[in-house]
């Protein structure tokens, strides 16, 4: 039911993300979305690859400091107050979402939100007690 | 204007025959009594009757900084305790401090010459100093005290903080004099401003800044924003503390060093050899009258260099110049003596950090700042922002707690921190760059 997501740890410097990019691109690793979280100092770029092992090596060899982590993909009804309902849910069970993003490509009628959530099993087991469809991983990165 | 005409201006002969008397009977001194020195002296092949001039100086043993460490607390001391009236200390952040004990006759001789500084300075009895040096082991706040008392000034004991407070004694008291560092003078005049009070409207006429580098613009900055005289004063615990050479305020070309009580050299710290005359290298001073602790060609790690030209003031005490820098990697940051050591160790204790950093210092609206950089691994890297922040946070707390110093953490990418084959490049000061 998890997703694999690489982070990346990029500077605020001119050309860092590009640079990224560009070795991900020359490795013919695709990339099916990101977030950037950025302050002043540094951002974090994250990445859901067709090939994640891959884009994680290619990434070390170029000596990016990069980690992998689990986040969960959910259909959300694209309609008003789609992800609102969500988010009761999850907090009417105590869980915590660290950060959240949207996936780019939509799933027939629905949006997808990829979550990363303090507890990942907990949040899992919420929303499809709730009837929300989670996405595998191998959905997302052949979509 | 002099404290002690005599002795500050003695003719060159006159004062070298006084430097060498007073050489050969340190030595011979602290041969008898300070360990330490009986094996340095014997090891070096130098009795202290073999000493027949002042070029037999070069022919002495150096002390580091690391011997006095080495002989905490009390073992280069050269009287007993019973006679040691006054204890000092550097502030140990690399370890254990440096103690330094004064006899009745050094606390004398410290007066007076602070009491001389102060003259040269263009203080005179009358004046009104506010002293916004630190008191207690510091030597600063106390040294400039005595010194002010010996004048027959009123002394204003402020010590440093409480910046509110300063403005408003200086003010209602009519302070003419302020001693602190440079830094916290500009300090002071911008929080003052922010009161409404503009510090050019205050009595004060010389400021007497030390205990951290600083530059001829700073120097304008401060003589026009506080309407006064600046001048530059140096100083060592090991040495004395403040006073050991200060500027006047005739030339403000170098400072002279009170040299019928230390005698200056310049050394290549690499090789060794006494450089000559107007060339740059770390400033080694012998004491010669020092009782409690004398130091033979102590090492400062201070960068300066000498002269012995005839200044303007008629002072024939030699001139050093401003310092630029230090032969050994430690930096002062707002008066601090900061080594990259002592961040590394705090950097090494926590769990995950690389040894990869350096430390960038420059300066700020007049304040120093210092910027830790350190370089993120996977071991601590997070996907979450708010981890990398906790993460820097609690290293600027760990570096405030130990060092006492405030500094910016600012996490990079690894390998971003230049890698050199040999000693690592750890400090990149911005200070002096205009």
Redesign the interface.
Known sequence: MHVE?I?I???NKFG?LAEVTRILGDAGVNIRTLSL?D?S??G?L?LIVNDTEKARGVLKER?????K?EVVAVEIPDRPGGLADILQVLDADGINV??MYAFVERCGENAVMIF?FDETQKAITTLTGKNFNILPGERLYSM | MFFNEEFETLPREALEALQLKRLKSMVARVEKSVPFYKEALAKAGVASDSIKSLADLQRLPFTYKQDMRDSYPYNLFAVPMEDIVRIHASSGTTGKPTVVGYTKKDIETWSELMARSFVAAGVHKGDIIHNSYGYGLFTGGLGAHYGAERLGASVIPMSGGNTKKQIMIMQDFGSTVLTCTPSYSLFMAEAAKEEGIDFRDLKLRVGIFGAEPWSEEMRRDIETKLNLSAVDIYGLSEIMGPGVAIECCEAKKGLHVWEDHFIPEIINPETCEVLPEGQMGELVITTITKEGIPLIRYRTRDITSITYEPCACGRTHARIARMSGRSDDMLIIRGVNVFPSQIEAILMGVEGVEPHYVLIVERKDNLDTLEVQVE???NI?????KH??ALSAKIEKQIKEMLGVTCRV???????ITRSEGKAKRVIDNRNKA
């Open positions: 997501q982070s740890f990029i500077e860092r979280a302050t100092d540094f974090i994250r000596g990016f400091t990069v980690s982590t660290e950060y990363r | 993120v691994g996977e890297f997070s996907d979450e922002i990398l922040q600012r996490l990079v990418e690894p390998k971003s």
